[in-house]
């Protein structure tokens, strides 16, 4: 059988560590290829060798029956590989236009002079993104996108380089619900018009979708392949894992306490509007909303760093009506953001580094840090929290697991008993995904109470007490876990509005 891409026999070691050996990757012209696997499986290493950012240390690949060097990303791309990665890889500070054509610059000549076309350039991005459905202008600044926005302009810009292959690494961790389909009638496009896409993911049930074939990887190894529509969900999930995995959302029945957090009207910049809600210790609240609905907005807003604000924070029953980020951890609230990179974790520093920075006066006397302190206390948590790492790895080394886990240590370190958690579980594989749960379970078990802000309807409805929908700044709905549907959930996400009609034809569903 001919395949318009064959990867053979790669191998690739890190220090020593083996992370691929001798894999086999073969992909038709066309088609939807699937890559999964658990975290530190090497997916991501795969491909970056195919998009030239890695070499192999043995291996060959062949791209249309021809062998290829690729030493770097520009002669991946110059043979029509394209690689969107997992994290966001766009210039803030530049317009949608100016990174979508900031490699392939088109010029205009006026007498002796050349200069960039600006009127081509704005002209043919309005018609990429009219076909995206996105209604944002050209000259948008990047930085004033939402995350799931700038990753639809990652997916232009390489759809506008005239790829052969198209590398997508978990392209829909940043996505609402409909912002998934339209990906998904894009990829569809793209295939009629000859183009390989390689679909990295931990969200099975959109691999079953998107997919045409599919590659397993544990370990480092490839250990099936397949028609992706004849593969069992339950069977794949043990292929990647090497066991059963056999309760997705082990939520635990906790008894409630005290109200912990409460907030009266809140608003900031008519970006959120009149929000008024409390919390209990043992309690997880979930709230959802679409692309831009607030829930980021509203979770920066309560932790201090959007401010000022209107309305009012009680923490313990003690009044804020201006707060800031170092307020809110002395007063044991944190904000576990969903960016790791950035914001989250500081990618470069050691493990040990990262866990203490939010309470560095518990390892430090008069001023000086004490080393054998700060390892201590990553020895700690390492155990604690089960995260598979070395005292003295680098964060940027470690698995999306671990680094999920590792942003649970850093707060637990500064003794935060409200925790504001962004997408817990974003582009980590499902056997990671319980373990974050357990740990969850754990907080809430000792009292902690947890705001889960997620996209994930599935595991809100898992692993939530209550769950509010935002729309437009708002709080639209809330329901218990027992009212709580899909259908319900995106109907009122949409901007559904509650009638006798509506809400009699969701509760069928």
């Excluded at 390689?198 to 544990?218: G, M, Q």
């Excluded at 840090?369 to 964060?395: C, H, P, S």
């Amino acid at each position: 059988m001919n395949y318009f891409l064959e990867m053979k026999k790669i191998t690739k070691s890190f220090n020593g560590n083996i992370v691929l050996k001798d894999v086999d990757l073969f992909v038709r012209k066309g088609e939807v290829h699937a890559l999964v696997g658990e975290n530190g499986a090497g997916k991501s290493t795969l491909m970056k060798i195919l998009a030239g950012v890695m070499q192999p240390d043995t291996g060959e690949i062949f791209i249309d029956g021809k062998r290829q060097v690729l030493n770097n990303p520009k002669q991946a791309q110059d043979v029509g590989i394209s690689m969107i990665f997992q994290d966001i890889n766009l210039f803030p500070d530049l317009t949608v236009a100016e990174n979508i054509f900031l490699q392939r610059i088109p010029l205009k000549r006026i007498g002796l002079l050349k200069l960039i076309d600006w009127k081509k350039i704005h002209k043919d991005t309005e018609k990429y993104l009219k076909y995206m459905g996105l209604n944002f202008k050209p000259q948008t600044s990047v930085k004033s996108l939402s995350v799931g926005e700038q990753k639809f302009v990652e997916i232009i810009r390489a759809m506008f380089q005239k790829a052969k292959i198209i590398i997508m690494d978990e392209p829909t961790t940043a996505l609402t619900e409909r912002e998934t389909c339209q990906l998904f009638e894009v990829i569809r496009d793209v295939k009629k018009l000859g183009v390989t896409v390689i679909f990295i993911s931990h969200r099975l049930d959109e691999v079953t979708k998107i997919a045409d074939s599919l590659t397993i990887l544990r370990d480092g190894k490839v250990v099936e392949t397949g028609i992706a529509q004849n593969l069992d969900l339950n069977h794949i999930v043990k292929m990647m894992a090497g066991k059963e995995v056999e309760d997705r959302y082990p939520k635990l029945n906790v008894k409630l306490g005290k109200e912990v957090l409460k907030v009266e009207n809140l608003g900031y910049n008519d970006r959120i509007k009149d929000i008024s809600f409390s919390l209990r210790s043992g309690e997880i609240l979930g709230i959802t909303g679409l692309s831009g609905a607030g829930r980021r907005t509203l979770a920066r807003t309560i932790f201090g760093i959007n401010r000022p604000f209107e309305g009012k924070i009680f923490i313990n029953d003690r009044v804020f009506r201006n707060m800031t980020p170092d307020l809110a951890i002395k007063n044991g609230l944190c904000y576990v953001t969903g960016i790791v990179a950035g914001e989250g974790l500081i990618l470069k520093m050691a493990v040990p580094s990262n866990i203490t920075l939010t309470n560095l006066n518990r390892v430090s006397h008069k001023g000086i840090l004490i080393n054998t302190e700060e390892l201590k206390a990553a020895r700690d948590f390492i155990k604690r929290l089960e995260i598979r790492a070395e005292e003295t790895d680098i964060v940027q080394n470690l698995s999306g697991g671990s680094q999920k886990k590792l942003l649970f240590a850093k707060w637990l370190f500064a003794n935060a008993r409200i925790m504001m958690i962004e997408d817990p579980t974003t582009g980590i594989d499902i056997s990671s995904k319980v373990d974050i749960y357990n740990i969850i379970n754990e907080l809430v078990r000792s009292g902690v109470a947890i705001i889960l802000i997620s996209s994930d309807l599935p595991e809100l409805i898992g692993m939530c007490d209550r769950i509010m929908v935002m729309y437009n700044g708002e709080i639209k709905k809330e329901f218990s876990r027992s009212e709580a549907t899909q259908e319900k959930l995106l109907f009122y996400a949409s901007g559904g509005e509650d009638s006798k009609r509506t809400q009699t034809n969701i509760n069928k569903k």
